[in-house]
């Protein structure tokens, strides 16, 4: 196990009822105006909005509202707000949403500080020394935003889809109650289940030093989240579930799975941020389609590891066998295993692998995905 800093300042409020803490939390933390970001008007029609505005009004906290916010979210809105945010003086961001809000309002709080243009800190010209705090009231459990400081967010000028990460942009307080995942669509379940189960296994496969404790903590998160996907498939509103599939997405993407491993990367994201920018597809329903693609060109590098995998998540014993089952799995579920089925043809390839070589480079793995190897992959998800 290699030497490791683990830092995760993020306190987490989960549970029935939690965020109706909403007001009270901002006001222990200081907290007199925020901006009020979130997605569609679902939150207003469903008796969420109603919910936090009654107890922002109870503590005496003023709000502007940001709403709006798109699912692969894009840095034109990001600017928007930050103008907003600007203009009202806020000094604090709320996200009620899902990871889209979030990584939205993590860019808000970055860029509202930065002098520059907000993008300056995503492709690299310009470093986040501080942020509005930030906090959030979650409404569905894929991106694990709620307990990391990174942000993901498309360019639509230069077709770009990067991320941002610091100690500033991490969430103060993230309040997660299962209940209100209850009306997630059956797409986006399957396609929350398919990023949980990325987030899991880029360094799971990846890594040059993979403890075994921190692979059996990853083979629990993605048989978690198999078993709790076809439980809530039959029975959307099955508490228990909800519940373990929103934990396990955190636990996903906190870090803890990360801490003392070694020299991984985020190929499957890599791949899959092209396919979003491009297409605009649901970043899961990418994923899915990507990761069995990427693990029949990969396993030859880790047999040992995709053996595991193969053993421990369904019992079986071969590599190959292994990677035929997930990607059974994602089919049984509903969620794209192939190109055509997001209706990105072989025609679209060129274009595509250009942006992909483009987020190579800035994942800092442009050495191994190279043309050929990029093509492969490709070619592997036709």
């Given at each position: ?23 009270q939390v901002l006001a222990d ?65 709320l996200s009620v ?286």
């Amino acid at each position: 196990m290699n030497n490791f800093t683990f830092f995760n300042p993020t306190r987490i409020e989960f549970g029935t009822g939690k965020e109706q803490l909403i007001g009270q939390v901002l006001a222990d933390h200081g907290v007199k105006k925020i901006l009020f970001c979130y997605g569609s008007d679902r939150i207003k029609r469903d008796g969420l909005f109603t919910t936090v505005t009654k107890s922002l009004n109870e503590h005496g906290i003023q709000f502007v509202e940001c709403g709006g916010i798109v699912s692969n979210p894009v840095i034109s809105k990001v600017r928007e707000a930050i103008a907003m945010a600007r203009e009202h003086q806020v000094n604090a961001v709320l996200s009620v949403g899902g990871g889209s809000v979030l990584d939205s309002a993590k860019s808000i709080a970055a860029g509202t500080l930065y002098q520059g243009d907000v993008w300056d800190l995503f492709n690299g010209k310009g470093k986040i020394n501080a942020a509005l705090p930030v906090f959030d009231i979650l409404t569905l459990a894929a991106a694990g935003s709620e307990m990391n400081s990174g942000a993901v967010v498309t360019n639509e000028e230069t077709r770009e889809k990067f991320a941002i990460g610091s100690a500033h942009t991490f969430p103060k307080v993230s309040i997660v109650n299962p209940v209100l995942m209850q009306t997630v669509t059956r797409d986006y379940l399957v396609y929350s289940a398919a990023d949980i189960i990325a987030h899991s296994i880029e360094g799971y496969f990846t890594a040059r030093v993979q403890p075994k404790f921190h692979s059996r903590m990853a083979e629990a998160i993605i048989n978690t989240v198999i078993e709790t996907t076809e439980t809530l498939l039959k029975n959307p509103m099955d508490y228990d579930a909800r519940a373990e599939f929103a934990w396990a997405s955190t636990q996903a993407l906190n870090g803890l799975i990360y801490a003392g491993t070694g020299g991984f990367s985020y190929p499957n994201h890599m791949i899959e941020h092209s396919l979003s920018a491009l297409f605009n597809v649901p970043h899961g329903a990418g994923l899915s389609v990507i990761i069995p693609a990427w693990m029949k060109w990969y396993h030859g590098r880790k047999p040992e590891q995709f053996q595991r995998f193969a053993k421990y998540i369904f019992g079986v014993d071969t590599p190959e066998q292994g990677i035929t089952a997930l990607e059974k799995w994602f089919d049984k579920i509903g969620t794209p295993t192939r190109l055509s089925q997001l209706g990105i043809t072989e025609d679209d390839l060129p274009a595509t692998i250009e942006n992909i070589l483009g987020n190579a480079r800035w994942f800092g793995i442009a050495d191994i995905y190279e043309l050929n190897v990029v093509t492969a992959i490709l070619q592997n998800a036709l």
